[in-house]
């Protein structure tokens, strides 16, 4: 089989195996040719070069301009010698000289497999890039391969990844040859293949874990409506069913934590609170400081979004949280300000309050210090208002029915009767 039938068998291959396109690879042969003759005869000569798509074969030919006087042998031929090859042809018009491939098809061959080889392996990394840049957002499993500067070079299969100090947990060490898991987080192309960025600290990693195993969320029966995480050391999750037989806790946890487990494990061990999502305020901040319990939560103001939470005195540092970690990452899943009291000093608050206001109640006639207290907690310390409510404003109050509700008013108008007299 001559050369040329033994380089386009081998080209076919290639267009099989390397799915690169057949009209691509025929370019590439005739440029190979176009440049393997202009090495012999010089780079400013016109060369055409095409190449048989059924049998290989190729061809070739020098491009001139017939003239009758030729100044430029390069360029021009006489319109005598042009004749010989076009009897039609006229002086100015081109004509193409056909050449014998066989002194250069040798160089050209030689060239076409280097510039193949080349668009071979474009061609794999940019295939590559594309298959890469389509798992952003998913877990690979790999092997760490090399270990540079803190950062961990990690062999996935196809390529290799790279899992930067920055996106470790602190408190994770891995070696040379030790399997790994890390969610993709970017594919950038470079000239070396897709350049794949891995992270372990990220809350994807933590939702992918979750979605690969727990089937709710992976079928869309139970939505992760929002997560937040302190990477080593603990992340809330807020879930959602769309299924009313389908408890969203429970179905992450799985019958005697089976579901959650593997996934803590993968996390060595770091801490994960599972919250129901609502819609009511009051509900979804009180679910996000677990596993604190919390007595009540009050909607300081809507628009600033601030609340504030009370807790039992033995509940308040876990509330709260090792260097306030817990709340922060409920006010981060929430997105309300939260403010965490325990008891004690909601108590000290209320008792610091009613000091300051309760002596000036404290001037109308008959009440109670009971009574005073209710006005102070409820925020009824401005006398002149006091005078101007009706019966129904105060019996709102726990504690005031009609009777001592008419006696707070009328006390407090005497008082200003007393003041302009």
């Not at 319109?79 to 193409?96: C, F, P, Q, S």
Request: aromatic share 4%.
């Amino acid at each position: 089989m001559s050369e040329k039938g033994e380089l386009f068998m081998a080209l076919e291959q290639i267009e099989k195996d390397k799915k690169i396109k057949r009209e691509d690879i025929l370019v590439v042969i005739e440029n190979a040719l176009i440049s393997a003759y202009k090495k012999h005869v010089g780079k400013n000569v016109s060369v055409e070069a095409k190449v048989n798509p059924d049998t290989g074969e190729m061809t070739a030919s020098v491009v001139k301009v017939a003239v009758k006087d030729v100044a430029n042998p390069l360029s021009e031929v006489s319109l005598k010698d042009a004749r010989k090859i076009n009897k039609e042809i006229e002086a100015g018009e081109n004509v193409r000289i056909p050449l014998d491939t066989q002194d250069f098809s040798r160089i050209a061959a030689q060239t076409a497999k280097q510039v193949i080889v080349q668009k071979i392996r474009e061609s794999e990394r940019w295939f590559l890039f594309e298959e890469m840049k389509g798992k952003v957002g998913q877990i690979v499993s790999g092997v760490v391969y090399r270990i540079a500067g803190g950062s961990l070079v990690i062999d996935i299969g196809k390529t290799e990844a790279i899992l930067y100090s920055s996106e470790q947990v602190f408190k994770e060490k891995f070696n040379i040859g030790q399997h790994i898991k890390a969610v993709i987080i970017k594919v950038d192309k470079s000239s070396r293949g897709p350049g794949i960025v891995l992270s372990r600290a990220s809350v994807d990693f933590v939702k992918r874990l979750f979605e690969f195993e727990v089937p709710e969320i992976y079928e869309k029966v139970v939505d992760i409506v929002n997560a937040i995480r302190d990477p080593g050391m603990r992340t809330k999750i807020a879930v959602l069913s769309h299924n009313h037989k389908v408890d969203p806790v429970g179905a992450c946890v799985g019958i005697k934590g089976a579901r959650i487990k593997p996934i803590i494990d993968e996390l060595r061990g770091e801490r994960i609170d599972l919250i129901p999502y609502s819609v009511d305020p009051v509900k979804y901040i009180a679910g996000s400081l677990s596993p604190a319990k919390v007595i009540s939560v009050s909607i300081v103001s809507e628009n600033e979004k601030k609340a504030e939470v009370l807790v039992s005195d033995n509940m308040l540092s876990l509330a709260i949280g090792k260097n306030g970690h817990n709340v922060r990452l409920a006010a981060k899943l929430t997105g309300w300000h939260i403010d965490v009291k325990s008891e004690k000093q909601k108590k000290k608050e209320i008792d610091a309050k009613i000091e300051q206001h309760a002596e000036n109640l404290s001037e109308l006639e008959g009440l109670s210090e009971k009574t005073i207290e209710t006005l102070v907690n409820s925020g009824f310390t401005n006398i002149e208002k006091l005078s101007l409510l009706n019966v129904e404003d105060l019996t709102t109050l726990s504690g005031i029915g009609e009777k001592t509700a008419e006696k707070i008013i009328e006390a407090a108008k005497k008082n200003l009767t007393k003041q302009i007299n």
